[in-house]
């Protein structure tokens, strides 16, 4: 059903209107100077010119053929594809909605969209990325861009994930379908998904519908985590019409609900997670005689996010806290090719409705529940154009990007105002910001060598939670926290660089990132302050660092010694620190990960390893302890039946076969990860 894509990695340099950022241009263009004056070692043609996009691809499915062979579980989450992605880390929280991280940042710090659309999560614990409201099948790749390359996609600092939806192709093939179902030991999950699809000449219509159910899990060792089932539903429809030859009018529309989610390392479970998520759109391949691929989307989405704490003994107090997230949106974008140049525009621009409150419930009937607004009725309005040019020179290529936007947060309850200004007296009921990136990527190759260099400037502006935030416990470091509405942007520079070899059969590339991060939002005691929650340790404020750095390096190899055979190794390191040289909370210690797969006919199989080092750079002041070294390991073996014109898949395998006890460091408070998990899929495709 799936397979993993890796393409070309690039240079990036960004610019601002700052002396720092200057001095980086400078270094950037004396590089390309030097580089340009040994252009004689040049090999590439101008025929051979390709995008130098630092994306990394997950392909997770094809149309109208799910690709089992290379995906080592067919039916996995989609959190599970995003952790195969060289870049991609999950916090678990427990066995459901793993929050993504990118160049070990959050979701503050990056972009995560659905087909270019932006939703934001309706819950103040991050139980519900955005990842959570979508399925696999509903999903054709995910964009994996690190730092300012994912600028295209709205305002970051890590990067930014970009999930494209499956669409239909326009092909006469009329009806198609399929049936698909799984099943899980350790957590006795079962999966049920079906597809209905019609296409023809100038209509198309995509149906799928999803259905997953899991107890408990069982770590290592056989012991039940308590919390940790969860009940998923999702429906998805995708709908093209072609006005005229070159002109089409598309839709979309995904209900997805998860019920009965449990979090065991949260004090809290979650009743309701629902999601809404809409799209309309307008495609031209051509405007104005000279721009192209002209694509417009309006859209609307929806989430509803409800706490619950019913389930859980010894509470002691009851609480419920729900949350609301509405968020309506645009983007236009078109290219036009003018000599050596690639030009690309974008316009975007959304609103967002963040709303969220606690209510509490004393034990003793004769006292009145409490209420305050944990998010007070924030509206973010966000307007913003972005413009990059693929500029071909002396056979190499220079992409320089920009992105700016404009910013407005306004605070519309008055409840929720008045209860900020307690701790800001002069804290204005509405701010604005102006948001910047800028960056340049410039690649080279002498085959079969791959370089890629690159510079970048962005900056953000403080989320929901890190402005707005009034009393959101934090069960990691056992503190509750409050925002600050008079935050400053957050503002990074980015250096990259990546070398590759690349022959036929054999691949291996280097790479690094360092991001230097000035006015670094984190949070920090404040001992003058009670604790609102019972047992919290204090209370922390938002704040702004001097300065944070951190580095993040890689060597990836590839070697295919006959056709059939395939091995992959990856080792990463990352390392995190702030001005003070204390440990930035939730980075990666040393990695490694490495795969052997078979294909040919109608087999398939693998066996996978993966493991880190023991994490030596911690910080407990963030609620962090020593994670201890680990190995695992995984097999899986595949087989593809022919039934007149229909295919029957079938996929079998076991993970973490040792039943390795462990937990890693992206793993809320510890929480052991699933033990020996055995798994089948079968999927029967009606062609």
């Known amino acids: ?14 610019m601002v209107w700052s002396k720092p950022i200057l001095h980086w241009a400078s270094l950037l263009l004396l590089l390309l100077f030097i580089t340009n004056s040994n252009a004689q070692e040049l090999v590439l043609t101008q025929d051979s010119i390709i995008t130098i996009n630092l994306d990394e691809v997950i392909l997770i499915s094809t149309r109208n053929s799910l690709n089992y062979h290379r995906q080592p579980k067919p039916l996995s989450s989609l959190d599970e594809f995003l952790e195969s992605s060289k870049k991609v880390d999950m916090v678990k929280r427990g066995a459901y909605a793993w929050e993504p991280t990118l160049n070990n940042m959050f979701s503050e710090r990056l972009s995560v969209t659905i087909d270019g659309m932006k939703i934001f999560g309706a819950c103040t614990d991050k139980m519900d990325p955005i990842t959570s409201y979508v399925e696999v099948s509903n999903l054709a790749k995910a964009h994996v861009t690190s730092g300012q390359q994912g600028a295209k996609h709205g305002t970051t600092i890590g990067g930014a994930i970009d999930l494209e939806l499956e669409k239909g192709n326009f092909k006469d093939t009329g009806l198609q379908g399929g049936l698909e179902t799984g099943y899980e030991s350790n957590n006795e999950m079962n999966v049920w998904g079906a597809k209905l699809d019609y296409s023809g000449s100038n209509f198309y219509m995509d149906t799928n519908l999803s259905y997953r159910k899991a107890g408990n899990y069982y770590a290592g060792g056989d012991e039940e985590i308590s919390f940790s089932q969860f009940e998923k539903y999702n429906l998805a429809v995708n709908s093209g019409y072609k006005v005229s030859q070159g002109k ?26 629902q999601g809404i998520i809409t799209s309309v759109g307008f495609e031209q391949d051509s405007l104005l005689r000279k721009f192209t691929d002209w694509n417009s989307k309006l859209y609307f989405n929806t989430i509803t996010h409800i706490m619950d704490d019913t389930k859980r003994p010894n509470v002691p107090i009851h609480m419920d806290m729900p949350g609301w997230s509405d968020t309506y949106g645009f983007f236009t974008e078109a290219r036009l090719g003018l000599k050596n140049h690639r030009l690309f525009f974008k316009l975007d621009g959304f609103y967002n409705r963040s709303l969220a409150e606690m209510t509490m419930y004393p034990n003793n009937p004769n006292e009145l529940p409490m209420f305050m607004l944990t998010w007070p009725d924030v509206r973010t309005t966000n307007g913003g154009v972005y413009f990059e040019d693929e500029l071909s020179i002396n056979g190499s290529i220079l992409k320089i990007a920009t992105r700016m936007a404009v910013q407005n947060q306004e605070v519309a309850d008055e409840l929720g105002l008045n209860s900020l200004r307690i701790f800001y007296p002069e804290m204005e009921k509405s701010k604005t910001r102006f948001l910047k990136s800028i960056s340049g990527q410039w690649h080279k190759m002498w085959m079969p060598w791959h370089l890629n260099v690159g510079l970048s400037y962005g900056d953000r502006a403080p989320s929901v939670s890190e402005a707005f935030g009034f009393y959101l416990f934090n069960s990691f470091d056992n503190h509750d926290y409050i925002g600050d509405p008079e935050l400053i942007n957050e503002k990074s520079m980015e250096a990259n660089a990546k070398i590759s070899w690349e022959k036929s059969n054999f691949k291996i590339s280097a790479e690094a990132n360092v991001f230097h991060i000035t006015d670094y939002i984190i949070g920090a005691v404040d001992p003058s302050l009670s604790v609102m929650t019972i047992g919290a340790e204090g209370v922390k404020v938002y704040k702004n660092l001097e300065y944070a750095n951190m580095y993040n390096t890689s060597l990836d190899l590839e070697y295919a010694p006959i056709p059939q055979f395939k091995w992959n190794g990856l080792i990463a390191y990352h390392r ?86 462990y937990s890693t460091y992206s793993d809320w408070k510890n929480i052991p990860r699933m033990g020996r998990n055995f798994f089948v899929t079968i999927s029967y495709a009606i062609n």
């Open 1 to 14: 059903m799936t397979s993993i894509n890796y393409t070309h990695k690039v240079c990036e340099i960004h």
């Open 248 to 273: 089409l009018i598309t839709a979309s529309f995904i209900f997805d609900e998860a019920r009965d989610v449990g979090y065991p390392a949260l004090p809290m479970d979650v009743s309701l997670a």
């Open 576 to 661: 995190g620190v702030d001005q003070d040289r204390e440990n930035l909370p939730f980075i990666s210690p040393f990695s490694y990960r490495s795969s052997l797969s078979y294909h040919k006919g109608s087999i398939s199989g693998s066996i996978g390893m993966s493991g880190a080092g023991k994490q030596v750079n911690y910080n407990p002041n963030f609620g962090e302890d020593q994670t201890m070294a680990y190995t695992i390991f995984s097999l899986s073996l595949g087989k593809t039946f022919i039934f007149n014109n229909d295919l029957m898949y079938t996929k079998v395998g076991v993970e973490n076969i040792l039943d390795k006890r």
